[in-house]
């Protein structure tokens, strides 16, 4: 059973920093696209980052593009997400995800696996 975990919540100073950390029960995590997405109260699912696991390609959506960075280390089978400068606009509810193979890594319906969440609540 695949499994995904989340840590790195909190509440987190508007201007700070926050480093966000999923681990996976994935023996072949090295062979997934990995995704992190946040969603807000009130609002739909919305794209933050995404690794490839082939080049470690990445991409980031546009509300977080240059201050955020995802990476990944495939021996501890984690996921991290590294977020600069957050503002209250950040705040949300973020999600690990993963998939064999993410084509449109932006979209969340192309993963299958999902982690519970963190909350992050970014303080002005």
């Known amino acids: 059973q695949v499994q995904l ?4 919540g909190g509440l987190v100073p508007a201007g700070g920093s926050l480093r966000l950390s999923c681990v996976a029960s994935l023996r072949t995590f090295n062979s997934f696209d990995m ?21 470690m390609r990445t991409y980031y959506g546009d509300s977080v593009k240059g201050r955020s960075s995802i ?9 991290y997400l590294q977020m600069n400068s ?9 999600y690990c995800a993963a998939s064999q193979r993410a084509p449109r890594p932006g979209e ?9 969440g963190t909350q992050v609540t970014v303080s002005s």
Do not use: C, H
């Not at 975990?5 to 790195?8: D, K």
């Not at 990476?71 to 996921?79: F, G, Q, V, W, Y």
């Not at 969340?108 to 519970?116: L, N, R, S």
């Open 86 to 94: 957050p503002t209250p606009e950040d705040t949300a509810v973020y």
């Open 35 to 55: 995704g992190w997405f946040r969603q807000a109260p009130g609002k739909e699912r919305e794209f933050v980052a995404a690794i490839k696991w082939f080049g």
């Open 71 to 79: 990476s990944r280390d495939n021996a501890k089978m984690t996921l």
């Open 108 to 116: 969340p319906d192309e993963y299958a696996y999902w982690g519970q």
């Open 5 to 8: 975990v989340e840590s790195g």
